[in-house]
């Protein structure tokens, strides 16, 4: 009989919340810690998300306290506007590649090794698909896992990964699913959905920084060019 803690069993919003924490940190570091509009507009992203959301304030002030209580996220009080961080690689004890593997299969759903590498550029460091894999395969071995491999189904050419934070997942039933989305993505894609997850991430950044003009903070740096 194991000793160890069970995982935290999150809903959707609350997956979705502390996937954008984790992203953010790395991505927009200007307005991170979120405010909850700010954690509004990751949540309810038209692009790196999967599936898509359309979240209101309520449900995500309530889902980032859910994650507060649960120790996967900290408020920082401040005069104009609570902000939220999240503590994942404290709660679960992880380095900095393996939250964000984490971080993106929160946004994302199952992906394969090669979608998750790609997709992780902007978030943490890894030498080739291998590290990734490795890292991948700690959180696997970890007592609770963290995440669980989905064998390739029919038409697939690669085995995925699925986080277990919203708690056992049916794997069979994932390994027969078959479509577009399972599929590896090719350098095109992958290169258009970077350049338009970068224009929301700086979309976000401008939106922060009007909102901190108009709650009377400091005038804001100078707005990142939109290419």
């Known amino acids: 009989m194991s000793d160890a803690p069970a995982l935290p069993v999150l809903d959707a919003t609350q997956a979705r919340l502390l996937g954008c924490l984790i992203e953010k940190q790395a991505t927009t570091p200007d307005v991170y810690p979120l405010t909850v509009n700010a954690a509004v507009t990751a949540a309810n992203q038209k692009t790196a998300r999967d599936p898509l959301m359309n979240l209101q304030a309520g449900a995500v002030q309530h889902g980032l306290r859910a994650l507060e209580q649960l120790g996967l996220a900290r408020q920082q009080f401040s005069s104009r506007a609570d902000r939220y961080e999240h503590l994942a690689g404290k709660a679960f004890s992880l380095p900095d590649q393996q939250v964000a593997l984490l971080g993106l299969l929160l946004l994302r759903g199952a992906q394969t090794v ?114």
């Open 114 to 227: 090669n979608e998750l590498l790609s997709r992780a550029e902007r978030l943490a460091r890894f030498s080739d698909a291998d590290d990734a894999r490795h890292h991948l395969e700690r959180l696997a071995q970890r007592n609770p896992a963290l995440v669980v491999q989905i064998p390739r189904g029919p038409g697939q050419r690669e085995d995925r990964w699925m986080h277990l934070l919203c708690g056992p997942v049916d794997v069979e039933a994932i390994s027969a699913r078959t479509g577009a989305s399972s599929s590896p993505a090719t350098s095109g894609s992958s290169e258009l959905d970077h350049r338009l997850a970068d224009l929301e991430a700086r979309v976000a950044e401008l939106e922060a920084r009007l909102s901190r003009l108009e709650d009377g903070g400091a005038a804001p740096p100078a707005a990142p060019q939109l290419s």
